[in-house]
């Protein structure tokens, strides 16, 4: 049974800091992992998108992937009001059948003025 | 360029109502997704196509059936409504190729009294 799980939060940060956030999976064959951002009564965007181990930077977000820990994160610099949503962590493990994802639950962020 | 359409947005039904949410991408997409969302359990997978044709259960497909009626559209049948399945409904739709990212819709707020 794959798992995916995150800390449900809220994380409060202030304006300006860095929001670190971090998602840890079971399944040691997954092979891809990506970063929604949900805003409240929205759908699921994309942000982030990372395959192999070290750090992938766009813009202010940085996704970091660890495959030997098991362990993906998310870090967004200089955090803006705007950056308040729900941040889903999503693994994928191609199965031949179509390519699925398993979602966390989210983190919750808050970034304060 | 309207990426995944759901329709409708907003549906209210009674118990023991049946009725059929959309889903249709043009993007060209193999692989189509139904998800449900409720609060504190995430994205969860009720059914996938990952071709025109063939269509798999998720982790929770109980009282619900889809279609994939051609290459574009995906629809989710609710065929009795059950207070339990009052959600959120996301359909998403990936490119062809291993570790891509999904694609939402807007999603379906769906209220069963």
């Known amino acids: 049974q794959k798992e995916v799980e995150q800390n449900s939060g809220p994380l409060s940060v202030p304006e300006g800091a860095i929001a670190s956030l971090n998602c840890t999976y079971s399944d040691r064959v997954s092979q891809s992992f990506f970063w929604y951002r949900q805003y409240s009564g929205k759908s699921p965007e994309l942000i982030m998108s990372i395959y192999s181990n070290g750090d992938k930077e766009d813009g202010r977000f940085t996704a970091q992937l660890n495959k030997a820990s098991q362990y993906v994160s998310l870090l967004i610099r200089d955090s803006q009001p705007s950056d308040s949503a729900t941040y889903l962590c999503?693994?994928?493990?191609?199965?031949?059948?179509?390519?699925?994802?398993?979602f966390g639950t989210g983190t919750q962020l808050k970034v304060e003025l | 360029n309207a990426g995944v359409t759901q329709t409708p947005k907003f549906q209210v039904l009674k118990t023991g109502q049946s009725m059929t949410l959309q889903c249709a991408q043009d993007?060209?997409?193999?692989?189509m997704y139904w998800y449900r969302q409720d609060p504190g359990m995430g994205l969860r997978l009720i059914y996938y196509?990952?071709?025109?044709?063939?269509?798999d259960k998720g982790e929770v497909p109980n009282g619900y059936n889809v279609s994939r009626l051609n290459k574009r559209e995906f629809s989710l049948r609710l065929e009795s409504a059950a207070p339990s399945q009052t959600s959120v409904y996301f359909c998403a739709s990936i490119e062809t190729g291993n570790n891509q990212p999904q694609h939402f819709g807007d999603g379906t707020r769906l209220s069963i009294l």
């Open positions: 993007m060209n997409h193999n692989s």
């Open positions: 196509s990952a071709s025109e044709g063939t269509t």
């Open positions: 999503a693994v994928n493990g191609f199965t031949g059948g179509g390519n699925k994802l398993t």
